[in-house]
């Protein structure tokens, strides 16, 4: 079970405007349930490691397979959502309803099932179809649009859900509702969130995959990066701002050893280390 | 600059500060009816003085992008006026000047490239602005050095990263020479690195004495502002210093803002009764009011 990448490599694409990085055998395994963190700077190859794993880029070496199926065989075929960064820009449809149904329309159901799976995945992104069904999908804020090209990927019902920066851009209530449906459709499946950002999906990941020039430099639980902040330096990335505040009390003498990246459990862990010093 | 100036600022009384601000006396601006999900703007008053930095702060569709739209006559009030050192942005003819004296950087790069090659899209402006080649090849010399991308000159801006790009923009609108840099959310879209640089800029410009308003959600990049203000559903809800938003912090949620990360852990440490002194905001000061 699962979806898989395995030791996939890509060779740096450098014509055109759509260049993405290079990748090298790199590895990812998502089991249905779990949320897998992909974080690396703008060039690390996140990207490139999505487009593999959704089976829009054919890699040059190593396989992915959902469920067992190679990706691009008729087996895995919907197993696999993509959003894409900056995923509204694609909207294009009259109304919101459309828009949605579009994709399962182009999967070959009919023309009926297509809608009701469309106001079923509006739902899912806290959208009422009947109030926003027959807007236009130009005249949303920032972060209902953002929720509307989220469930346009819902509404074909893939198995495996992979999300490329989904806050970037968004206030804070935008963010918020994004994280509460990225918890939401783990619960339904597996989901890879690639984001720049670590904070944001930090204490929900059950796994951070950490990207530096296409290779894996760090691959296991949010927890061990707690323990080890300069991991984020090492990768050349720069580490969460509170993780940063944790390694300057280390520079101090103190060990901190907060449970998560929340602000509570980091003021706790402050407190427990001695506090002021 | 006291209270005084700061509330000079805000009403433009006093001929002397008249003239020579970024000034919205009043403003009320609506979309369309079939707009529905822009909201409108409601008796906006705000100013930006030379060489000061003003933070406009406000949640997704709060009209912000509106009032950015409005400084430079890409839309015009339905009441009130909007002038730039004494130009209304209603008079046609001088809209060339305006425009001269107002760059505007929006927050998605890719948007406003327009040329193959970095040089070339810095001197876009300037050429159409008709100069001789020396003076463009001065202009974008200076702007490129201003934003740190000298040796950038034949790039091409497709292969530039975020920060970069964002570089770039400012560049193009510096090449203009404009009195006011206008930022529209320029680091949103931007990894942390990227949104170091472009704030690194930011600064920058600022202590070199080019006026900014920088609209952003985003309170973590505005921490250098002068003055905020905070724009809730097309109406001015703050103004003032930024410490005293941040005194605020319980307010911020309801207009769709949040204190950054480390403001966050400060309040954690607030309520477990470790004090830190005043709000700490990024990392090295909150180490420094932690351990000294």
Redesign the interface.
């Given at each position: 079970m699962g979806l898989r990448v395995d030791a996939a490599s890509f060779a740096f694409d450098t014509g055109g405007p759509t260049a993405l990085s290079a990748l090298e055998a790199v590895s990812l395994s998502l089991e249905p349930g779990r949320l897998v963190l992909v974080v690396g700077e703008t060039g690390s190859g996140k990207s490139t490691l999505l487009r593999v794993a959704a089976g829009l880029l054919k890699p040059a070496s190593g396989t992915v397979t959902a469920d067992g199926e190679p990706l691009g065989g008729r087996g895995a075929r919907g197993a696999v959502g993509l959003v894409f960064q900056d995923a509204e820009s694609q909207l294009f449809a009259e109304t919101v309803l459309q828009d949605v149904a579009f994709g399962p329309a182009n999967l070959g159901l009919s023309a009926d099932t297509a809608r009701e799976q469309a106001g079923l995945a509006l739902e899912r992104v806290g959208l009422d179809p009947v109030a926003y069904g027959g807007r236009s999908p130009f005249h949303l804020s920032g972060g209902e649009a953002r929720r509307v090209a989220i469930a346009g990927v819902l509404a074909m019902r893939p198995r495996y859900l992979l999300f490329d920066e989904p806050t970037a851009g968004l206030d804070a209530r935008g963010r918020r509702a994004v994280r509460e449906i990225v918890a939401a459709e783990r619960q339904r499946g597996g989901v890879v969130v690639v984001s720049h950002s670590a904070e944001e999906f930090f204490d929900d990941a059950d796994e951070v995959l950490m990207l530096s020039d296409g290779r894996t430099v760090f691959d296991g639980a949010p927890r061990e990066l707690l323990a080890a902040p300069d991991a984020f330096e090492a990768a050349g990335l720069r580490a969460p701002e509170v993780l940063r505040v944790i390694e300057l009390g280390r520079k101090h003498g103190l060990v901190i050893r907060p449970a998560s990246l929340g602000s509570e459990a980091v003021a706790e862990a402050i407190e427990a280390a001695g506090g002021r010093s | 600059m006291g209270a005084q100036r700061q509330r000079d600022a805000r009403t433009g009384s006093g001929p002397a500060v008249r003239s020579a601000l970024i000034r919205f006396d009043h403003i009320t601006f609506a979309y369309r009816a079939?707009?529905?999900?822009?909201p409108p703007l409601r008796d906006v008053t705000l100013a930006v003085e030379p060489g000061r930095h003003v933070a406009v702060l406000g949640?997704?569709?709060c009209g912000k992008s509106t009032l950015v739209r409005l400084v430079n006559g890409m839309l015009l009030p339905r009441s009130g006026e909007v002038t730039v050192d004494g130009i209304d942005t209603r008079d046609e003819t001088r809209s060339l000047e305006l425009r001269q004296r107002v760059g505007i950087v929006f927050?998605?790069p890719d948007d406003q490239i327009v040329a193959t090659s970095v040089e070339d899209d810095v001197a876009f402006g300037p050429e159409n602005l008709g100069l001789p080649r020396e003076e463009i090849r001065a202009r974008v010399d200076e702007a490129l050095a201003a934003v740190g991308m000298a040796g950038f000159e034949q790039r091409e801006p497709?292969?530039l990263?975020?920060?970069q790009k964002q570089r770039l923009a400012i560049a193009g609108a510096l090449a203009m020479r404009p009195a006011y840099l206008v930022l529209d959310?320029p680091t949103?879209?931007l990894?942390?690195?990227?949104r170091?640089e472009v704030l690194g800029i930011v600064r920058r410009l600022h202590a070199g004495g080019t006026g900014i308003l920088h609209v952003t959600?985003d309170l973590g990049a505005v921490l250098g502002a002068d003055e905020a203000f905070v724009l809730d559903a097309g109406e001015i809800a703050f103004s003032g210093v930024l410490a005293h938003l941040l005194e605020a912090h319980e307010r911020l949620?309801g207009w769709?803002?949040?204190l950054?990360?480390?403001g966050?852990?400060a309040?954690?440490?607030a309520?477990?009764g470790?004090?830190?002194g005043s709000p700490q905001l990024?990392?090295?000061s909150?180490?420094v009011a932690?351990?000294?």
């Open positions: - | 079939d707009d529905a999900g822009r949640a997704n569709g927050q998605r497709h292969t990263s975020g920060g959310e949103s879209m990894d942390p690195a990227g170091q959600h949620d769709g803002l949040e950054p990360p480390v966050r852990l309040l954690a440490l309520a477990l470790v004090p830190i990024d990392p090295e909150m180490a932690l351990w000294g």
